[in-house]
């Protein structure tokens, strides 16, 4: 039986063609697809009683998964694209993550031709396992302030790692704490005597034979991470070296190579490639963004039509959750966003593939955009997406806060993205710098990409919106240039108030707060008009550019209405246009609320991947709420064991004192 069927036939688009479109690509829809349902339909992924696991049964329990993912893509020759969606849809945070996601790239990225010849054979064969030991217990926004040493000796032609400190101990890398046997490990490198900079060096941890750590080296896990089940999966750990010698040649030298003299020999490669890696990975980590929030959108909206509260006074039905307009006013700006993100990780995605291609040409024009880009987003939207899926939850009541509704684990799992690769205030501060760097050259030079906007500052900083009905809000121009403008005019504004000061890094530190609004502005826009230059591409299938208008609308209104101080404060709105976009965005959401189901369908999530009761397809929930209640091990007996033995002792002891 299907509850949601009504819901369903009330859609007016095409939802098949929606789901390509949410792909990407008609190829890609397939690969996710096959590898959905690959996953969906095997036991062994089996992930509901996860939350009910000790910690070193969890982690077996991964280890068993990781290792059946990894028979499959062998037995069934997955290409590596195949490979990465299997592993997306286990759904469960492993070592092979850090393995595939940051040692190899940070090999691929940062090593000569020779290390990639050697290294990356042996990692895509996973004969050996990789992780990515940057952090340290003192230091993990400020790299520059690692501790660990790699001192060369010329004698011996080896460098020697060591942790000089307590607070130098690696700590927090995934895939570390147990499982690797080797890693990327960030270290100053010093040659005579003289410090020249963080680089990265292979290091092997444990033995190929019997996996125990090779001497001079500790290694464990740090202990148990928020939440049940959660993140506990991966054996993030703690490392140190006391005086480990390793080959010379495991220093990753494209950037700078040291010679067997001991000489440093710069290339032509910027130094800011040592970071390369975090650029891939805040990239990805953009798109994990919109299916996170896809995720917890889907949950809160179907059951958001299932549940009925209040509304009838003669025995009809009561009214949907999801037909409240406040139900409505913080679901559908999600959902927006959910499909905003989607499209501004595909649009990044391409930015990075372009940047990566440039820089294995050793161009490297392009790569402080890059960065700006792949941090300010990664900023954006993780924090978005985590804020989301806690509203997703609340917008469930009660019941979203059961493990089963599959919401506290996926939030669990989500909100360290704030914080792992680049704490996301940190992040948004380097896009401030960029900012300002780009504000400071407008006169001699012309501003390009993302930031193209400012080379019309002039014009931005005096022009005012002409929007006059409801009506005018639902026009590209219109809405981009009121985001242009309030970042162009924050930024300028910003840029004045630091001219202020005698010292820039003086200002820069007292306007913080300032400058974090700026970066949030900017990104804001960067995702604003990626979606609007996304419905200018050919989206085939009935209704479904409409649809994706009307959510872009929704995304840029519904920022806009948050916003509005800004708006109001940089002059560029009256509070009547404020008031006016409010009312085109009520009455957008009464356009999403017929297709919102389909909308959330479009993302053809399995019913596995989901993991949620409450998100189930069907809309079958309260039976099997119910069904699931009986599953707990508290309800294997009537009696709870320890009843007896703590409990009835006080009973007696009350029926005692009451005959007293
Ligand atoms: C499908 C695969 C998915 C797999 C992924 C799985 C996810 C698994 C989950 C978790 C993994 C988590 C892994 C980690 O967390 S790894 C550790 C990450 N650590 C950080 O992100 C640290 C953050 N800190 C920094 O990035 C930097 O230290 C800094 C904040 C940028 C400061 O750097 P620095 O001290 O050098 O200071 P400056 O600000 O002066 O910068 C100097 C110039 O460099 C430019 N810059 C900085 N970063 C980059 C970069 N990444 N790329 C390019 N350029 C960069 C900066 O703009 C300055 O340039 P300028 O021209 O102004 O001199
Ligand atoms: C689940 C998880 C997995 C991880 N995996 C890895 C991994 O595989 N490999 C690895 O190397 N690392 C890993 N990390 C570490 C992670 O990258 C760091 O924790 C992260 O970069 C933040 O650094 P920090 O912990 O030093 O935070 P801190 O910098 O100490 O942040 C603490 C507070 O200080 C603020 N702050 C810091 N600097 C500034 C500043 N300049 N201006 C204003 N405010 C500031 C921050 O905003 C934050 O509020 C992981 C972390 C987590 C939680």
């Known amino acids: 039986m299907d509850y949601l069927s009504d819901e ?17 690509s008609i190829q890609e829809f397939q690969l996710s697809d096959r590898m959905a349902k690959l996953v969906a339909n095997d036991p062994v992924f089996e992930k509901f009683t996860r939350p009910m696991l000790g910690r070193k049964e969890l982690l077996k329990n991964t280890l068993r998964k990781s290792a059946h993912a990894w028979k499959l893509i062998i037995d069934l020759r997955l290409s590596e694209e195949e490979a990465k969606w299997l592993r997306l849809y286990v759904d469960e945070p492993a070592y092979t993550d850090l393995h595939w996601g ?4 940070a090999i691929e990225g940062q090593g000569t031709e020779e290390q990639k010849k050697k290294w990356l054979p042996l990692a895509k064969k996973m004969q050996i396992i990789g992780c990515y030991a940057q952090t340290e217990l003192g230091h993990g926004s400020n790299v520059q302030g690692l501790e660990t040493t790699a001192t060369f000796d010329t004698r011996t032609d080896e460098f020697i790692m060591h942790s000089p400190t307590l607070t130098s101990s690696k700590w927090w890398p995934g895939g570390l704490g147990k499982l690797s046997t080797h890693a990327v490990v960030y270290a100053r490198l010093i040659v005579g005597g003289q410090f020249h900079g963080v680089h990265g060096f292979i290091v092997q941890l444990r033995s190929l034979e019997d996996h125990s750590p090779l001497p001079g080296i500790t290694v464990g896990d740090i202990g148990l991470k928020f939440g049940n089940g959660a993140y506990n999966t991966m054996d993030n750990g703690v490392l140190r070296f006391d005086h480990v010698r390793i080959p010379r040649n495991q220093m990753l030298m494209r950037v700078s190579q040291v010679t067997k003299e001991g000489k440093i020999m710069q290339s032509d490669v910027p130094r800011q490639l040592i970071y390369g890696t975090m650029v891939y990975v805040r990239q990805t980590i953009v798109a994990d963004a919109s299916k996170a929030l896809s995720r917890a959108v889907c949950i809160a909206t179907r059951y958001s039509a299932v549940r009925r509260q209040f509304g009838s006074r003669d025995g009809g039905p009561e009214t949907q959750v999801i037909d409240y307009k406040t139900q409505q006013s913080r679901l559908f700006p999600l959902l927006a966003s959910a499909y905003a993100f989607r499209f501004v990780s595909e649009w990044l995605k391409s930015l990075y593939l372009d940047v990566k291609q440039r820089l294995e040409a050793n161009e490297f024009s392009t790569l402080p955009e890059a960065h700006a880009c792949t941090a300010g987003l990664k900023s954006l939207t993780t924090t978005a997406t985590a804020d989301g899926i806690e509203e997703c939850r609340k917008l469930c009541g009660g019941h979203g806060y059961l493990v089963s509704s599959g919401l506290p684990e996926l939030f669990a799992v989500y909100i360290p993205a704030c914080t792992y690769e680049g704490d996301n205030v940190v992040l948004m501060l380097q896009v401030a710098r960029f900012l300002v760097k780009t504000v400071s050259e407008l006169g001699h030079k012309k501003p390009v990409g993302t930031t193209a906007y400012m080379g019309r500052v002039a014009s931005l900083m005096q022009k005012n919106s002409a929007v006059q009905t409801a009506e005018g809000w639902l026009n590209p121009g219109a809405v981009v240039e009121a985001f242009e403008s309030r970042a162009a005019r924050m930024a300028v504004r910003c840029a004045q108030e630091l001219a202020k000061f005698g010292n820039p890094e003086e200002g820069f530190a007292e306007l913080a707060v300032d400058l974090v609004e700026v970066a949030v502005s900017h990104c804001q826009l960067i ?21 994706l208008e009307v959510l872009c609308y929704v995304y840029a209104l519904f920022l806009l209405h948050k916003h509005q101080g800004d708006f109001l404060a940089t002059g560029y709105l009256t509070p009547k246009q404020a008031s006016l976009a409010n009312a085109q965005l009520r009455t957008l959401y009464s356009k999403v609320r017929p297709n919102a189901i389909a909308l959330v369908d479009s993302f053809s999530y399995t019913d596995h991947y989901l993991g949620s009761i409450l998100g189930r397809y069907d809309g079958n929930v309260y039976p099997k709420l119910y069904e699931a209640a009986w599953e707990d091990p508290l309800n294997d007996s009537d009696v709870i064991d320890g009843f007896h033995q703590y409990v009835q002792p006080i009973l007696k002891q009350r029926l005692h004192s009451a005959k007293l």
Do not use: C, N
């Open 102 to 105: 940051m040692f190899i790239p």
């Open 8 to 24: 369903r036939k009330k859609s007016d688009f095409d939802v098949e063609a929606m789901k390509v479109a949410w792909a990407g």
């Open 527 to 547: 995702v604003v008009t990626k979606f609007f230059e996304k419905l200018q591409q050919d989206i085939p299938g009935k209704g479904v550019k409409e649809s």
